[in-house]
């Protein structure tokens, strides 16, 4: 069985960074699709950056664009979110996501396409 455990998240002031972590652990399995998500308070998942397990394509939600870059590292089986220049509104709970099959560009953001997720991981950013 899969395991997605995040780490990296904390406090932060406007204009700072932070980088997640998303370790993935299970006998004989590796995922073709990597996912960070947010969710706020009251809210649905909504996706904030995706990649393939080789690291070939990633895709971000615009509102990250050139601020957040997603990565991959195989070897240690761990995939980044490197967070730069973060605004209040990115204060949210971040969720690492993970699954067998590639995703498009269109359907990526749905977290209905997702069949494996941790537990998450806080990001607070003040002003």
């Known amino acids: 069985q899969v395991q997605l455990v995040e780490s990296g998240g904390g406090s932060v002031q406007a204009g700072g960074s932070l980088r997640l972590t998303c370790a993935v652990s299970?006998?004989?399995?590796?995922?073709?699709?990597m996912a960070w998500f947010r969710q706020y308070p009251g809210k649905g998942r909504e996706g904030v950056a995706y990649?393939?397990?080789?690291?070939?394509?990633?895709y971000s939600a615009n509102d990250v664009k050139g601020r957040f870059t997603i990565s991959v590292d195989k070897d240690e089986s761990t995939v980044h979110l490197q967070m730069n220049s973060l605004k209040p509104e990115d204060t949210a709970m971040y969720y690492c996501?993970?699954?067998?099959?590639?995703?498009?560009?269109?359907?990526?953001?749905?977290?209905?396409?997702?069949?494996?997720w941790g537990r998450g991981t806080q990001v607070t950013v003040s002003s």
């Open positions: 996501a993970a699954d067998p099959y590639q995703k498009s560009g269109l359907l990526w953001p749905n977290e209905d396409q997702w069949n494996t």
């Open positions: 299970g006998d004989n399995y590796s995922p073709a699709s």
């Open positions: 990649i393939d397990s080789l690291g070939r394509y990633t």
